[in-house]
C-alpha cells in the first residue's frame, strides 16, 4: 500500500494529524504519535492528562460511530519546493488489551518513541488505521 519513499518517511516522522467525524459527520483533528505496524497505522491513547477514560475521549467515540478516517504527515518550510506530507485515508478500529494485535502495536510504538517505555499503553485502547488510499507530495 505505502511506496517507499511513503514509508521511509513515515517511519521517521514524529506526529501527524488524525481526522475523524462521528455520525453526524461533525469533524474532529488531533496530533497523533503513531508508528507502521504490519502495514498498518497504530497510535496510542497514552497517559497524558485526559477528562474522560480512554474508550471516551472524543476520538474513540468517533471510531466506533464512523471508522472512516484520515491522517495526514507533513513537514512545513518556507521554501515551498521543500514542502513535504503524506495523506492516509482509511478505517479506524480501537484494540484493547488482549487483542490479537495488541502487543504487538505496543512494541511498535515504543521502538518508535522513547517516552512510551514508561508509560503503561499496554493497559490501554490503541487505534489502529487500515489504509484505504494513501496520497504523498514531494518525497522524490
Known amino acids: 500500500m505505502f511506496s517507499t519513499a511513503e514509508r521511509a518517511y513515515l517511519e521517521t516522522a ?3 494529524r488524525l481526522a ?4 453526524r459527520g461533525r469533524p474532529n483533528v488531533v496530533p497523533v504519535c503513531f508508528a507502521l505496524h504490519d502495514g498498518t497505522l497504530v497510535s496510542a491513547i497514552d497517559e497524558k492528562p485526559k477528562n474522560e477514560e480512554p474508550s471516551e475521549l472524543r476520538r474513540a467515540r468517533d471510531v466506533r ?3 472512516y478516517v484520515a491522517v495526514v504527515v507533513d513537514e512545513y518550510s518556507g521554501d515551498w519546493s521543500a514542502l513535504r ?3 492516509v485515508r482509511g478505517r479506524a478500529a480501537l ?3 488482549g487483542d490479537d494485535d495488541h502487543g504487538s502495536g505496543v512494541d511498535a510504538l515504543r521502538e518508535k518513541y522513547d517516552q512510551y517505555r514508561t ?4 493497559d490501554r485502547p490503541l487505534l489502529r488505521v487500515r489504509p484505504g488510499h494513501v496520497l504523498s507530495w514531494g518525497l522524490d
Open 20 to 23: 475523524t467525524a462521528d455520525e
Open 14 to 16: 514524529r506526529v501527524g
Open 119 to 122: 508509560h503503561a499503553i499496554e
Open 95 to 97: 484494540v484493547d488489551p
Open 85 to 87: 506530507w503524506v495523506q
Open 65 to 67: 460511530e464512523n471508522p
